[in-house]
């Protein structure tokens, strides 16, 4: 009889396991979905954590990109100021004096040469005392933590940042060798004053170069990253000595000096810098730059790319300028017993428009607010001139004569204006000369009634004034308010036969990789003729001989004219030499009176007569 299962029994038999195999492989399918999803939320969380912390790619020393400043350097090739958001300057190792790195290493983290970007025994110790200190102190950071820190992470004081920044320290360890993590060390770290990386800080606390620092400075700077604004010699000299010689003690205990030499270093007297002199001499100046290279390469390659900018500033002239202004208001202060100076302004320019000086105020410290460049101020007889010389184009000479006598206009709104001279006397039959030698009001009002408004206010657009000039006969008087750079720069059109140079205050730039740009400018352009230019010069030469301007006189070749706006409020002497053109005015913001008999030749045409005097001091010595 045979055993075998009959076909029926087989079916069934093989259906059963078709339906059972599913349900014994289920759980391990879930289990297998579930880790791959735990897996995948891991892998996308680290992902979108790496991602959030926003790593630049630094590969090498070339990548590291910070924000460093724009250095600005005078006529001569020395720098006078610098436009930055962190005031740092780049400079490579070879470039740094040669004890300078390994003073930060003795004092920061003397095993970094041996670790790998941790140091697992500081952070041990730091632990230790942290946990006795009931705070956390303490940090055990290396310096390739300190550059990730400052590069990647936030100041944020927790274990979970520290985790982080041991992670990525150990990282950029395995990317850039010591001396590139050095490199950037020494240039990203912030130092006090404003001022990050060793080579502004060297600029800041002692007016040199990185590569030109001693031991004894090299050893305070050394002294300054665990805190910055504690330590810092110009604010907290004695603390600052005592990290001094914290770091003198750690580079000899680590054999990198001797202990004599330790000593030595200790008692040297160090010369710091109080107070950041180039601002204050050049802040006008360099804000005025500043917003010329903003319009032409935008705020991310002024503040990332290194520019190093050369201008047309002369750095002896604008000191002379500084000088004879502050003279020039204090005396004016002095006069009348006034509580404060008035506030002052003085631009000088070559022949050829190239900006020599440029001073918008007392005190840029105090008020950055730039006078000689934003500020519009009522003229006053300085804009006659213009008037003569379009009166000179239309072939009316300077002998021609034109009545002095009293003067009633009838005005659209049906009121009168009578005008009247300064000193409230009328002359009679006065020619043109005369009449703008001693600043004749009525004449020059009838002159333009002359020739038409529209011919004046032509000239002074091709002059380079873009200030609305009102079209009424008051102009004739200097009622328009102008800037003092613009009509400074319409004077030098009589210096210079005629032509008209745009002001100029950037020559060239120079960008991070060393390839020069020069600035581009208009070109020169026909104002008036040359026998135009040279009649007025000869009656404005005139104007300081014997007229309103004698108190400029003994500056040969000079010729000038003064300016005074109604009630005193604004003073002004504009005059030029064959090479300089300089133009100066004081007044109040407010608009507030000088005082009685503060005209522009009394107060302003004594400053421009010092400032003139120290030109002819540096033109002998060869400039400008």
């Not at 959030?52 to 005078?74: E, G």
């Not at 918008?360 to 213009?386: E, I």
């Not at 409230?424 to 009634?449: C, D, F, K, M, W």
Request: hydrophobic share 40%; proline share 5%.
């Amino acid at each position: 009889m045979s055993t075998k299962p009959s076909r029926k029994r087989q079916k069934t038999t093989r259906s059963t396991r078709s339906r059972t195999r599913p349900l014994s492989q289920t759980p391990i399918i879930v289990f297998l979905l579930v880790v791959c999803g735990l897996a995948t939320l891991c892998i996308g969380t680290g992902l979108a954590w790496f991602l959030s912390l926003n790593i630049p790619d630094i590969r090498s020393v070339s990548d590291y990109r910070p924000l460093v400043a724009t250095r600005v350097l005078d006529r001569n090739g020395r720098e006078i100021d610098a436009i930055f958001r962190q005031y740092r300057i780049v400079v490579p190792y070879n470039r740094m004096a040669p004890l300078l790195p390994r003073a930060f290493v003795a004092a920061e983290d003397s095993r970094f040469w041996q670790h790998g970007g941790l140091d697992i025994w500081s952070i041990f110790r730091a632990a230790v005392n942290n946990l006795r200190s009931g705070r956390r102190s303490q940090g055990g950071s290396t310096i390739s933590q300190q550059v990730t820190r400052a590069l990647l992470l936030t100041r944020e004081k927790s274990y979970f940042r520290k985790i982080t920044e041991a992670i990525l320290a150990y990282r950029l360890d395995r990317m850039l060798s010591k001396k590139e993590i050095l490199t950037i060390y020494l240039n990203e770290i912030y130092l006090g004053e404003g001022a990050y990386g060793v080579e502004a800080a060297a600029r800041t606390y002692f007016g040199k170069s990185a590569a030109d620092l001693d031991l004894a400075e090299i050893a305070l700077l050394a002294g300054l990253p665990q805190a910055p604004s504690r330590y810092s010699p110009l604010t907290h000299f004695s603390a600052a000595r005592a990290r001094q010689r914290y770091v003198l003690n750690r580079m000899a205990e680590d054999g990198i000096i001797s202990a004599a030499t330790a000593r030595r270093a200790y008692a040297e007297k160090v010369h710091l810098q109080k107070g950041n002199r180039q601002k204050e001499q050049n802040g006008y100046f360099t804000e005025y730059i500043r917003e010329q290279l903003s319009g032409r390469y935008g705020s991310e390659e002024l503040f990332r790319q290194g520019l190093v900018v050369s201008t047309t500033l002369d750095s002896r002239l604008q000191k002379a300028a500084i000088r004879a202004l502050r003279d020039g208001a204090l005396q004016v202060k002095k006069r009348h017993r006034a509580g404060k100076p008035p506030q002052g302004a003085l631009v000088a320019l070559d022949t050829r428009g190239r900006i020599l000086a440029m001073v918008g105020g007392l005190d840029y410290g105090t008020s950055p607010y730039n006078r000689a460049v934003v500020a519009r101020r009522q003229p006053g007889s300085v804009f006659k001139p213009l008037i003569y010389a379009a009166a000179f184009e239309r072939g009316i000479r300077p002998d021609a004569v034109i009545e002095d006598k009293p003067l009633v206009i009838r005005n659209r709104d049906g009121s009168t204006w009578r005008p009247k001279n300064y000193d409230n006397r009328y002359h009679g039959p006065t020619s043109l000369r005369e009449a703008l030698v001693h600043s004749r009001n009525i004449v020059t009002i009838r002159l333009l009634q002359k020739i038409g408004i529209r011919p004046v206010l032509a000239l002074a657009h091709r002059a380079g004034i873009t200030a609305p000039l009102r079209p009424e006969l008051p102009l004739a008087l200097g009622a328009s308010p102008v800037s003092l750079l613009e009509m400074t720069g319409a004077y030098t059109v009589f210096a210079a036969d005629g032509l008209y140079h745009a002001p100029l205050a950037i020559t060239r730039v120079r960008d991070r990789n060393g390839r020069i740009h020069p600035w581009s400018r208009s070109a020169a352009r026909r104002v008036i003729s040359p026998a135009t230019a040279h009649q007025v010069s000869a009656i404005l030469a005139e104007v300081i001989r014997r007229g309103t301007g004698r108190r400029a006189a003994g500056i040969p070749g000079a010729a000038g004219k003064t300016g005074t706006s109604d009630d005193n409020r604004d003073a002004w002497f504009i005059g030029y030499t064959p090479s300089v053109t300089a133009g100066v005015w004081l007044g109040y913001d407010r608009g507030r009176t000088l005082g009685r008999g503060e005209t522009g030749g009394r107060a302003a045409a004594p400053v421009w007569k010092e400032f003139m005097q120290a030109t002819l001091f540096s033109a002998h010595r060869g400039t400008p």
